[in-house]
């Protein structure tokens, strides 16, 4: 072989292992639980595990709210606490049966115990917690701590 002479590049053979198809199945499969309806994964596990109000959890520049849908509810029924950086909602909404000889035709909304733990995602003022209900959603307002906030420093020439 001449070293002068000048040769076409190729890519060189992979040999490709026969079970890798099998990576390209599971990706689809995957891919396919995400395309199936959430709403009748998470009804199938409210019906396993009891019930969790849906909530909405964001920060502004000086709190953290967390709204949370509860309809039905009276706020009598409802508790909320904190605790070590863990916001807990709990409580009891009772059954909407009209009475026991009633029969139903269909039944999709969920009775009985619920808690809810969410961590908080910054230190917040415990004295100044701020909790309203009205027309089934609750909304808490959680004024950040004094330390979470930011500062400003200034910078001083010497």
């Known amino acids: 072989m001449n070293m002068n002479s000048l040769s076409r590049w190729q890519r060189p053979q992979v040999a490709i292992w026969p079970g890798f198809g099998r990576v390209f199945e599971l990706q689809d ?9 959430l709403a009748e994964l998470v009804r199938s596990r409210q019906s396993l595990g009891g019930w969790a109000p849906a909530l909405d959890m964001y920060e502004v520049k000086d709190s953290v709210i967390v709204r949370a849908e509860l309809p039905g509810m009276k706020k009598e029924e409802i508790e909320v606490s904190l605790h070590d950086g863990c916001l807990t909602l709990s409580g009891e909404r009772k059954s909407g049966q009209p009475g026991e000889e009633s029969e139903a035709h269909r039944s999709e909304r969920f009775f009985g115990r619920f808690q809810r733990t969410i961590s908080l995602p910054t230190q917040v003022a415990t004295d100044k917690v701020k909790a309203q209900y009205k027309d089934g959603v609750l909304s808490i307002t959680m004024p950040k701590a004094e330390e979470a906030k930011p500062r400003h420093i ?5």
Request: proline fraction near 7%; charge should be negative.
């Open 29 to 37: 499969d995957l891919a396919g639980l995400f395309d199936e309806p």
């Open 154 to 158: 200034d910078v001083h020439a010497s």
